[in-house]
C-alpha cells in the first residue's frame, strides 16, 4: 500500500511541477501517465473523470488527481494525489512572493514565457484531441459540440450553463432514444409472437 502512495504522490507531483498552462494542459500529461504508463486508469475512464473534474467546482487538475487517487488506492489515495499536485505550485508560488518584482521584469523570464504559452496551447490541442477521438461519433454528438462551441466562443454565455444545458440536452435525448428502442423491441416480440 505505501508503494502505491508513494507512486501516487511522486507522478502527480511531478506533473504539478513540470506541467503549465492549467487543467486542460495537464490532461494529455494525466492521460499519458496514468492511462498509457501505468494503467491505473482506462480511456473511457479518463474520459469520465474531465468531465467530472469539469462538472464540479475546483480545478480540473486538483479533481483529477482526486479521482485517480480514489479509484487507486481509496480515500487515503485521493488525499496523497491531490496533495502531490497542488504541492508544486504551493512550494513555487509561495517562493515567488517574495521576489515577484524582480522575478517579473526579468527579461529572461519574460522570454520563457513566450515559449512556455506555445508549448501550453499544443498540450491543450492535444487534450481537445484526445476528448474529440473518446466522443460518441453520432450526429446528435456533433450538433451538440458545434452548438456549445459556438456558443463559448462567440457569446458571453456563461460556460456553467452551457455544461448544465449539454447534461439536459444529453439526459432527454438519451430518454428518448431508449423509449423508442424499447418500442422497436417490444414490436419486434410481437412480430416473433404472432409468426409462431
Known amino acids: 500500500m505505501k508503494n502505491i502512495l508513494w507512486r501516487l504522490f511522486g507522478v502527480f507531483f511531478k506533473i504539478g511541477l513540470f506541467t503549465f498552462g492549467g487543467g486542460y494542459a495537464m490532461i494529455s500529461v494525466i492521460e499519458r501517465e496514468v492511462v498509457d504508463k501505468r494503467g491505473w486508469c482506462s480511456k473511457e475512464d479518463m474520459m469520465d473523470m474531465v468531465v467530472i473534474a469539469e462538472s464540479t467546482p475546483g480545478v480540473i487538475a486538483v479533481n483529477s488527481a482526486t479521482f485517480v487517487g ?95 444545458i449539454g447534461a439536459a440536452i444529453g439526459l432527454i435525448y438519451t430518454n428518448f432514444i431508449d423509449k423508442k428502442q424499447k418500442v422497436t423491441f417490444s414490436v419486434e416480440d410481437d412480430d416473433q409472437r404472432s409468426e409462431k
Not at 117 to 128: D, E, G, H, N, S
Not at 132 to 141: Q, V, Y
Not at 142 to 158: E, H
Open 70 to 164: 480514489y479509484k487507486t488506492a481509496g480515500i487515503l489515495g485521493a488525499i496523497i494525489a491531490t496533495l502531490g499536485v497542488i504541492l508544486p505550485s504551493f512550494l513555487i508560488i509561495s517562493g515567488l512572493y517574495f521576489a515577484m518584482d524582480a522575478f517579473l521584469t526579468n527579461v529572461y523570464v519574460a522570454a520563457a514565457f513566450k515559449g512556455v504559452r506555445i508549448c501550453v496551447a499544443v498540450l491543450i490541442f492535444r487534450a481537445v484531441i484526445s476528448l474529440f477521438n473518446l466522443m460518441d461519433k453520432k450526429a446528435f454528438c456533433f450538433v451538440l459540440l458545434i452548438g456549445a462551441f459556438v456558443v463559448a466562443t462567440f457569446t458571453d454565455f456563461n460556460v456553467i450553463f452551457i455544461i448544465l
